[in-house]
C-alpha cells in the first residue's frame, strides 16, 4: 500500500519544491547582492591572495616564489607580486591556471574563475598603485 503512494508523493514534492523555488524573490541575475565589505577591512583579493598565493608569494624569507623572482630580477623588477606595477591581470590568470617554472598549476575546482579574476585584478591594481607611489620624480 504504501509503495503504491510513494512514487506521486514524491512526485508532488519535487513539483512543491520546484515552484516554489521558481517563485521566491531573486537577484536580477540570479545570485544574491553582496554586502561591502566594513571599513578597514581586507578586499576580497587581499584575502584570496593571503589563502592562495602568500605561502609561497608573501613577504620576508621563507617564501620560494618571492625569492625565485627575487633571484630571477637581481633587483630590477620588485620580486613581491603586490609591489609589481607590470603585472597584467590575464597573464597573471594564464600563470596561475597553467602554471610556470616550479610554480604548480590551479585548477578550477581550486580556485575558481570569479575568485581568479578578482585575484588578478587585486594583484595588478596592487601592484600598479605601488609602482605609482614609489616612483622618482
Known sequence: MIRRFAAPLSGLA???AVVAAAQSPRHPRGAPPVAPAPAGAPSKG??????????????????????ALAFKYK?????LLTERGDLDPNAITLFVRSGINAMPFFRKTEIGD?????????LSETGKAHAKATAKP
Open 75 to 79: 633587483g630590477e623588477e620588485p620580486a
Open 46 to 67: 587581499a584575502t584570496l591572495f593571503a589563502y592562495h598565493c602568500a605561502s609561497c608569494h608573501g613577504d620576508g624569507p621563507g617564501h620560494p616564489g618571492t625569492s
Open 14 to 16: 519535487l513539483l512543491c
Open 114 to 122: 570569479a575568485d581568479l579574476v578578482t585575484l588578478a585584478r587585486y
